[in-house]
């Protein structure tokens, strides 16, 4: 029953600076949380297929076992968010659910946490810069059954919206292409951005190394290259972080599990 405007997490981004769907919801975080919990008040209809979850229907005689909801600052307003992360078992996976204070209570993010041993690390709040808002990052495999992508997403809270705002690959490894083996590391330094990309052929050969600087942009609300920052915080000739005060970041992040499909 998970619609398919949610399955895009299986799958790729929407892109970098595209905004998630919001949906008014009728009940409170509290009461979604108690209703898939105990399944008693069942939750409005509407909200039902807002989730998209069987383990909601009236009919379903499933309970959920492994629930949690949390509150977190993702924006400046004094209403904090509510990330409500569930088991699904009637769809084999793990759903999490971010929810904004209007006027009322809105569904502002799916998330399937595919493949992810734990759903609440699938998503988490990172300060990254000390110029930039909390963002969310989202964690999921995005590969095939012999694929792994392991991708994490990141999104800003921008009047009552989710913007993606950034994007890293933890670890891609196909046996069908040429380029076998690929890998980002993220460091963070008071202003700036500085994401590594390591790619091996086949065989693990000999690494090809990347370095990118990246600067948040207020205006545009998302992560844009930094060009001018590019001999300060990289080397040219080997590819490689050299500014000392960049610090490694938790993104992007890798399972300490692969669950399978």
Same mark, same amino acid.
């Given at each position: 029953?998970?619609?398919?405007?949610?399955?895009?997490?299986?799958?790729?981004?929407?892109?970098?600076?595209?905004?998630?769907?919001?949906? $008014?919801?009728?009940?409170?975080?509290? #009461?979604?949380?108690? *209703?898939?919990?105990?399944?008693?008040?069942?939750?409005? %209809?509407?909200?039902?297929?807002?989730?998209?979850?069987?383990?909601?229907?009236?009919?379903?005689?499933?309970?959920?076992?492994?629930?949690?909801?949390?509150?977190?600052?993702?924006?400046? &307003? =004094? %209403?904090?968010? $509510?990330?409500?992360?569930?088991? =699904?078992?009637?769809?084999?996976?793990?759903?999490?659910?971010?929810?904004?204070?209007?006027? #009322?209570?809105?569904?502002?993010?799916?998330?399937?946490?595919?493949?992810?041993? *734990?759903?609440?690390?699938?998503?988490?709040?990172? #300060?990254?810069?000390?110029?930039? /808002?909390?963002?969310?990052?989202?964690?999921?495999?995005?590969?095939?059954?012999?694929?792994?992508?392991?991708?994490?997403?990141?999104?800003?809270?921008?009047?009552?919206?989710?913007?993606?705002?950034?994007?890293?690959? @933890?670890?891609? %490894? *196909? /046996? !069908?292409?040429?380029?076998?083996?690929?890998?980002?590391?993220?460091?963070? *330094?008071? &202003?700036?951005?500085?994401? %590594?990309?390591?790619?091996?052929?086949?065989?693990?050969?000999?690494?090809?190394?990347?370095?990118?600087?990246?600067?948040?942009? =207020?205006?545009?609300?998302?992560?844009?290259?930094? /060009?001018?920052? #590019?001999?300060?915080?990289?080397? =040219?000739?080997? @590819?490689?972080?050299?500014?000392?005060?960049? !610090?490694?970041?938790?993104?992007?992040? !890798?399972?300490?599990?692969?669950?399978?499909?």
């Amino acid at each position: 029953m998970i619609r398919l405007v949610l399955l895009w997490m299986l799958f790729a981004g929407l892109g970098r600076g595209a905004e998630l769907d919001v949906v $008014a919801m009728k009940s409170t975080p509290d #009461q979604l949380f108690n *209703s898939l919990k105990d399944h008693s008040p069942l939750m409005p %209809e509407a909200d039902c297929r807002a989730l998209g979850l069987w383990e909601c229907m009236a009919t379903n005689k499933t309970r959920i076992e492994d629930i949690s909801l949390r509150w977190v600052q993702l924006d400046q &307003d =004094a %209403e904090l968010e $509510a990330i409500l992360a569930t088991e =699904a078992k009637d769809e084999w996976t793990r759903m999490v659910f971010v929810f904004d204070k209007q006027v #009322q209570w809105n569904l502002i993010g799916s998330f399937n946490c595919r493949r992810w041993q *734990s759903m609440n690390t699938c998503v988490g709040v990172h #300060q990254l810069l000390h110029s930039a /808002p909390p963002f969310l990052a989202v964690h999921c495999d995005i590969g095939g059954s012999d694929t792994s992508i392991f991708t994490s997403y990141v999104y800003g809270l921008q009047n009552g919206r989710l913007k993606e705002v950034a994007e890293f690959t @933890g670890q891609s %490894e *196909s /046996p !069908y292409v040429k380029q076998k083996f690929r890998r980002q590391v993220v460091f963070s *330094s008071e &202003d700036r951005l500085v994401v %590594e990309t390591i790619d091996q052929g086949a065989a693990r050969g000999p690494e090809l190394r990347k370095c990118e600087v990246q600067r948040w942009d =207020a205006k545009g609300f998302l992560f844009v290259a930094s /060009p001018e920052d #590019q001999a300060k915080f990289c080397d =040219a000739k080997t @590819g490689r972080r050299v500014y000392i005060g960049a !610090y490694p970041t938790t993104l992007p992040a !890798y399972p300490s599990e692969r669950l399978s499909p």
